[in-house]
């Protein structure tokens, strides 16, 4: 999975330098690679809500994500492919890796039943 972060909001509106272009381009590539198993873009973080259950087992809702982070998660892509290096290859080329953003590359987990 990779899992496209980019800088706070106010910050990514600036050091943004992929384009519509860039991500069309790069979506296109995935799929045409035959590697595509899905991929969505996340609304803005103001849409976020966050929940936590406290120790009583009562939920908490609050508005927003409030992490204490930089970041921000903006979308991801489930490719697959048949090592971590093919995978950081893919992640290189992503246009969300450019202007202050990254790409997380991360393994799906597996479980036997």
């Not at 406290?54 to 930089?70: I, M, S």
């Not at 890796?97 to 479980?111: N, Y």
């Amino acid at each position: 999975m990779l899992l496209i972060n980019s800088a706070g909001t106010e910050e990514a509106e600036q050091a943004c330098e992929a384009s519509a272009e860039d991500w069309m381009a790069y979506d296109k590539a995935v799929r045409e690679a035959g590697i595509y198993v899905d991929a969505h873009s996340l609304a803005d973080l103001t849409t976020a809500t966050t929940v936590r259950v406290n120790a009583g087992g009562e939920r908490v809702v609050t508005d927003g994500p409030f992490a204490e982070t930089r970041e921000v998660l903006g979308g991801y892509y489930v490719i697959d492919v048949p090592d971590l290096d093919v995978a950081l290859d893919w992640a290189a080329r992503c246009p969300g890796a450019t202007g202050g953003g990254s790409v997380v590359v991360r393994p799906i987990a597996e479980f036997e039943v």
